[in-house]
């Protein structure tokens, strides 16, 4: 196990920068999740991370060996791709135990590593077959177990699970997580899904065009995002953006409809043209709330999720409840004036007036 400290790194092809001066600390111990959309660099970082690509500037540290300029197989490293990357003509013992055969480990040492690999990761009953005959989640459960035997230092994930169906990728990432915790490795795992970093990671790294937006525990990041960036990207549904203004009454939607929110000392001044956030999941069914009309509805058993309208403008709602709501029905909700946010021109979080009359910026450890 080892920390891992990303020092102002930088990666260019040809004349265009695609990573910016990326700075990151990773105690030892624990699980980070790199997330973003598809071009921000995520991937990019974690193969500079592996060796797999140069860095332009910077350095890279892992535990106290500056690795910027080390080959893969120098770094104490193990990295699990998306394609799973399995020789066909191996069994899955083989395939295990490859690495460390190329490194000339007795044959003795090889099979005490990947029985203790395959008794973590169930695969005692499938050391004899080969890639063909496994099903998507065995081949991925080989492909940890062929980092495992290694015992590394840190654990690479390239989008592990993308290959797999949703209802398969939700047990992988139980195994990974219930994996991670039973050795204790520093693990980076990159992904484009938000649900995947928020049930999994202890840190959460949000990358947008090369730049880090922000870090923080999952639950940090949907409370208190410090962009209106990271508080789209992060919960899901996403959260509802409404076009508005804050004025002594309260937030004012285009249409006039207002919505109470904490802005301290912007309601007692004149209209200040604001963006207001409001997740789906904090909106409740209120007599006393604001009007919106459904326009779809979408009943899943535990919870009713409508795309309505509210004030002109679309918004989504969910409720912890089966709800006897039809196209074109309305009804009145409201949210807690805590669980508002605020963002301004620039799209930063306004912070709560009780903690701070400043701008929230991004967080970077």
Partial sequence: MA?????GVGKTFGTVEVLHDVSIRIPDGTFVAL?????????????MIAGLEDVSWGDIIIGERD?????????????????YALYPHMTVARNMGFSLRINRKSQSEIDTHVARASGILGLDALLERFPRQLSG???????????????PSLFLFDEPLSNLDAKLRVQMRAEIKDLHQRLGTTTIYVTHDQVEAMTMADQIVVMRDGNIEQIGSPLDLYDQPSNQFVAGFIGSPSMNFL???????????????ILPVRAGPLMSGAATAVTCGVRP?????DDGGVEIQAIVVEPTGSETQIVARLGGQPLIAV???RLAIRPGDKLRVSA??????????????????ELSDQYERASVV
């Fill in 243 to 257: 076009s508005g203004s804050v004025t002594p009454g309260g937030f004012r939607l285009t249409d006039g409809t």
């Fill in 319 to 321: 409720f912890r409840e």
């Fill in 336 to 353: 807690d004036p805590a669980h508002v946010h605020l963002f301004d021109a620039g799209g930063l979080r306004m912070v709560d007036p």
């Fill in 137 to 151: 989640g065995q081949r991925q459960r080989v492909a940890m177990g062929r980092a495992i035997v290694r015992s």
């Fill in 281 to 285: 999941e904090h909106l409740r069914r």
């Fill in 35 to 47: 997330v973003g959309p598809s071009g921000c660099g995520k991937s990019t970082l974690l193969r």
């Fill in 3 to 7: 920390n891992v400290s990303i020092n």
């Fill in 67 to 83: 690795v910027t300029d080390l080959p893969p197989k120098s770094r104490d490293i193990a990295m699990v791709f998306q394609n």
